[in-house]
């Protein structure tokens, strides 16, 4: 079986349910209605990026938020089903239903880490962020799904220091200090040059032991139209491995470098940044850099 059997029932059914069961238990349902959907599947109505002129990677994290079973008010059933709640569950979707997934898993979060700031909260989701069933634009998925054990379990933080613009009391523009778990390079124009950019990235350790981490880059083609990196001299260049002593942190440059001769248009993907001893512990940043004649 390659997917998760789920029902609902009420209440009083479930309690004696519970109640019925012993080791020796089994039971089978009678009257019943069957579907199966796949998950990781991105809803033709979320919302997409980039950012309008920054570029910036949006959105950076995805949940579940389609056909999710939520409370809801008894007076939407009509007036004369106020005060009954046998009527006050209903299946909604959209933003309403992925942001408590993601405030919920936040919460989760500060419980076993309470000392973690919004910024680093926000980094850690999307560094332990799964992939999706199909292939994604990062301006469709960000980081990707969120996995809220992984979120909890991990001891390492990957954090690109970075700047975003916003508006002063006088609606003057003004940088402030960004910190992601995104490369936003933001785009560039050729103007006949050669373009070379970086972007500061932090590795901090708060295990009790030294860990050595591969980085390799995952580059999209032609998903959404992004451009070959390779055919057009494009390179984002990292050490291929990075050391982090225990209960440390260090920085490291990732730069973007594009010939004059690069094709206009976006170039994006993730890198993939694994622990050398136990391949199961690995994170993931995406990145994006656009560029125009």
Do not use: C, W
């Given at each position: 079986m390659n997917f998760v059997v789920g029902f609902s029932l009420t209440y009083e059914d479930g309690i004696a349910l519970r109640d019925a069961i012993t080791d020796e238990s089994s039971f089978s349902f009678g009257d019943r209605s069957e579907s199966q959907t796949p998950g990781g599947v991105l809803a033709d109505f979320s919302s997409r990026g980039p950012v309008n002129e920054s570029f910036a990677i949006k959105p950076e994290v995805s949940a579940p938020g389609v056909n999710t079973l939520s409370p809801v008010p008894t007076y939407m059933n009509g007036p004369d089903y106020i005060g009954d709640y046998e009527y006050a569950y209903g299946r909604k979707s959209g933003t309403s239903m992925s942001a408590p997934h993601v405030a919920g898993t936040a919460a989760l979060l500060l419980e076993v880490k309470p000392d973690l700031s919004p910024a680093d909260i926000k980094?850690?989701?999307?560094?332990?962020?799964?992939?999706?069933?199909?292939?994604?634009?990062?301006?469709?998925?960000?980081?990707?799904?969120?996995?809220?054990?992984?979120?909890?379990?991990?001891?390492?933080?990957?954090?690109?220091?970075?700047?975003?613009?916003?508006?002063?009391?006088?609606?003057?523009?003004?940088?402030?200090?960004?910190?992601?778990?995104?490369?936003?390079?933001?785009?560039?124009?050729?103007?006949?040059?050669?373009?070379?950019?970086?972007?500061?990235?932090?590795?901090?350790?708060?295990?009790?032991?030294?860990?050595?981490?591969?980085?390799?880059?995952?580059h999209h083609v032609g998903i959404q139209g992004s451009k070959d990196a390779a055919l057009n001299g494009i390179a984002f260049q990292a050490p291929q491995t990075v050391v982090v002593p225990a209960g440390q942190t260090i920085t490291q440059n990732i730069f973007f470098i594009s010939p004059k001769t690069a094709e206009a248009g976006t170039y994006e993907g993730y890198i993939n940044i694994t622990n050398q001893a136990d391949s199961n512990e690995q994170y993931r940043v995406p990145f994006a850099a656009g560029i125009t004649n």
């Open positions: 980094t850690t989701l999307m560094n332990t962020a799964n992939p999706m069933t199909l292939d994604y634009s990062v301006f469709e998925i960000g980081a990707g799904q969120i996995d809220p054990v992984a979120a909890i379990e991990t001891d390492v933080l990957v954090q690109v220091k970075g700047e975003t613009l916003t508006l002063d009391p006088t609606n003057n523009e003004v940088a402030i200090r960004d910190l992601t778990g995104a490369l936003n390079y933001g785009t560039f124009a050729k103007n006949g040059k050669n373009v070379r950019d970086f972007q500061s990235v932090t590795f901090k350790n708060t295990s009790a032991e030294s860990k050595t981490f591969t980085i390799e880059f995952d």
